[in-house]
C-alpha cells in the first residue's frame, strides 16, 4: 500500500514566539487523511496564559484579545496529547513540517501543566512513526537556492501543494501531510523501502548532519544581517529539542 493510502496524521502549531521549549501554543491542529475514510480535521485555541507579541500575531493572526477567549491550556494539551496518542497506538505516521519544534512545544507545555508525557501515554510503543518533510526536503534535495525557500510555502510549492489559506494551524497540517505524500511518491525506492524504525533512525542522523552544516554557515560565511557569529550553536537534537541548560545546572 502506497503513503499517499494509509491513514495518517498531521499536527501542526502556531504559538506565542520561535522558542519550543519556553513559548506556548496559541492554536494547534490535527489532520487525519487516508485509509479510504474521510478526512477529519481537529483544531484547538488556546488562551496560553501570556501576552502575544506582535511579531507573533503578524504569523498566525491571533491577538491576545481573541486568545483570552481560547480554552484552558490543561484541558486542551491533554486533550491534544490523547487525539496524537490515538492516532500513534494505532500505528498512523504522524508528520509535521520541521516536527522538532512542534513535537517539543507540546512536550514542553505538557510538562509545564503538569501532565502525562506523549511517551508516558504510549506505554509499549517502541518506534515512533514520525514523519518530518522539512527533514526529509534537506535529504533528497539538497540545492534548493534562495532565502527562505526550504519554509513551509516554497516547498509545498515545490511539490506541487497548493493551499489558498497559509498559516492557519490546519492548513499547515494539511500542508505538510500532502508534502509528505508527494515526498514518498517520489522517492519511493528511498523512503518506501524504510520500515518507521528506519525511518526514525534516519531523519535523526539526517537532522544532525543538516543543522551542524547550517552551523558551520553561520559561523563562516554568514554576514552579520544575517545572524552570522563564530560561536553560533544549533542544536541538531530530533525529534526533541532539549531545554537550555540554567546557570548552575549540571
Not at 500513534?88 to 502525562?116: H, K
Not at 539526517?206 to 560561536?231: H, S, Y
Request: charged content about 25%; aromatic content about 6%.
Amino acid at each position: 500500500m502506497t503513503f499517499a493510502a494509509i491513514r495518517k496524521t498531521a499536527f501542526d502549531t502556531e504559538t506565542t514566539g520561535p522558542d519550543p521549549t519556553q513559548d506556548r501554543i496559541v492554536t494547534a491542529a490535527l489532520v487525519v487523511r487516508g485509509g479510504g475514510r474521510d478526512d477529519k480535521v481537529m483544531s484547538w485555541l488556546i488562551n496560553p496564559g501570556i501576552p502575544i507579541p506582535a511579531e507573533a500575531t503578524e504569523v498566525h493572526g491571533i491577538d491576545d484579545a481573541q486568545a483570552a477567549e481560547g480554552a484552558d491550556p490543561k484541558e486542551a494539551l491533554n486533550d491534544i496529547a490523547e487525539n496524537l496518542a490515538a492516532a500513534l497506538r494505532y500505528g498512523m505516521p504522524l508528520i509535521a513540517f520541521n516536527l522538532s519544534f512542534d513535537w517539543t512545544v507540546l512536550a514542553c507545555e505538557l510538562a509545564r501543566n503538569g501532565l502525562p508525557s506523549m511517551i508516558e501515554r504510549l506505554p509499549g510503543v517502541s518506534t515512533l512513526p514520525l514523519v518530518d518533510p522539512h527533514v526529509i526536503d534537506k535529504q533528497v534535495d539538497r540545492y534548493v537556492k534562495g532565502t527562505g525557500m526550504r519554509k513551509l510555502k516554497p516547498t509545498a510549492e515545490r511539490y506541487g501543494v497548493e493551499l489558498e489559506d497559509w498559516h492557519t494551524a490546519e492548513a499547515d497540517a494539511l500542508a505538510a501531510l500532502l508534502i509528505a505524500e508527494a515526498q514518498f511518491a517520489k522517492f519511493s525506492r528511498q523512503l518506501g523501502a524504510m520500515g518507521p524504525r528506519q525511518l526514525f533512525a534516519a531523519q535523526k542522523a539526517w537532522r544532525v548532519e543538516q543543522q551542524a552544516g547550517l552551523q558551520k554557515w553561520f559561523r563562516t560565511k554568514a554576514t552579520a544581517e544575517q545572524g552570522g557569529d563564530p560561536n553560533k550553536v544549533i542544536d541538531g537534537s530530533w525529534p526533541l529539542i532539549p531545554a537550555p541548560r540554567q546557570a548552575g545546572d549540571h
